[in-house]
């Protein structure tokens, strides 16, 4: 049996780091692209990476695209490059719809002139349905998004439809609720709040400034949601999925059990800052991942419990290496 390329955009990001882990597991040839930065952080990559292929791209040139996909032709290609931070969204509003609007679109007819049969995997977000129209969201929910990321995000999703129905090519969205682990960067809620427990704990900071805390979100681990990713671009049929675990936790319970998992009380720690709200807040998200566990066989493996104090444990585990130092 021949081996499988998948080529990863976004591959220095968490998902993209546990995405190429996964496939090198399942014997694929993983190539990688990166944007051509002065500072590119392979931080997440650096165990694995003489195992995959670096190559330089960027969404914002077709051509680059064009290349790649020639020199390397591979099978699957998963589209997980964005500009993928909310808040950033509002200051860089034109730049977040290039990278994660546009940018789909150059991928998607890169494929389209150089092999339709390589089947596609793009990252949509549950941001999309921000302004929720009906508690859980199923793949039938109707759209709302509250952010230029959940708009830019929502354009990426149907053009991959479009793309889809207007040349049959195999193209797939996972509509994917906030997933969490260790490698998440430090300015998402879960990682600053799990960071922040180990340097309170360790006696390096006094407290942490907070947004609204009454905000509820659907939470998993990251390395159960790549592995829906590759479930479904190896089905008969093209398709889109919810993946999520189905339960919703405020920010207020994930300082409750990231505070205790190191025997202290978030309340002693937790300042609420009117700064940390969003202009327009998203309330609740909450997934409904029932055709992913039919169709797919997924169902997630760790606990939002298990995968906070999996964050606390590693964060303390960081911290203290940087103490030593």
Not at 38 to 52: E, G, W
Not at 207 to 225: C, E, F, I, K, P
Not at 273 to 296: C, S
Request: charged share 25%; aromatic share 10%.
């Amino acid at each position: 049996m021949t081996q499988k390329t998948a080529l990863i955009t976004g591959i220095t990001g968490q998902d993209g780091s546990y995405l190429a882990e996964f496939l090198l597991g399942k014997g694929y040839r993983v190539v990688g692209m990166v944007r051509r930065t002065s500072t590119i952080n392979f931080d997440r990559l650096k165990h694995i990476q003489d195992d995959i292929d670096l190559v330089q791209g960027d969404l914002l040139d077709q051509m680059s695209l064009i290349d790649i996909l020639q020199e390397y032709q591979p099978t699957e290609v998963y589209n997980l490059a964005a500009q993928s931070f909310v808040p950033t969204s509002w200051n860089q509003p034109v730049l977040t719809g290039e990278f994660t609007a546009l940018g789909v679109t150059r991928v998607l007819d890169a494929i389209r002139i150089v092999n339709p049969e390589i089947r596609f995997y793009q990252a949509s977000t549950s941001e999309m349905f921000g302004k929720v129209q009906a508690v859980p969201q199923t793949e039938d929910t109707p759209f709302y998004p509250r952010s230029p990321y959940g708009v830019a995000k929502l354009y990426g999703h149907w053009i991959t439809i479009n793309y889809r129905e207007s040349y049959d090519m195999y193209a797939c969205s996972g509509i994917l609720f906030n997933h969490e682990s260790p490698r998440r960067g430090l300015e998402f809620v879960t990682r600053k709040v799990t960071h922040a427990v180990a340097r309170i704990k360790l006696g390096l900071q006094k407290d942490v400034h907070l947004g609204n805390l009454d905000s509820r979100r659907d939470w998993g681990y990251a390395g159960d949601y790549v592995r829906a990713m590759w479930l479904m671009l190896q089905q008969d049929a093209p398709d889109d999925y919810v993946i999520a675990t189905g339960e919703t936790h405020a920010v207020r319970e994930l300082c409750d059990v990231a505070f205790s998992h190191v025997g202290l009380n978030w309340e002693d720690y937790v300042v609420v800052d009117p700064k940390f709200y969003r202009p327009a807040e998203v309330d609740l998200l909450i997934g409904d991942p029932t055709k992913a566990k039919k169709q797919l066989g997924w169902v997630p493996a760790v606990s939002f419990k298990e995968l906070v104090e999996m964050m606390v444990d590693a964060d303390l585990e960081m911290v203290k290496k940087e103490m030593e130092g």
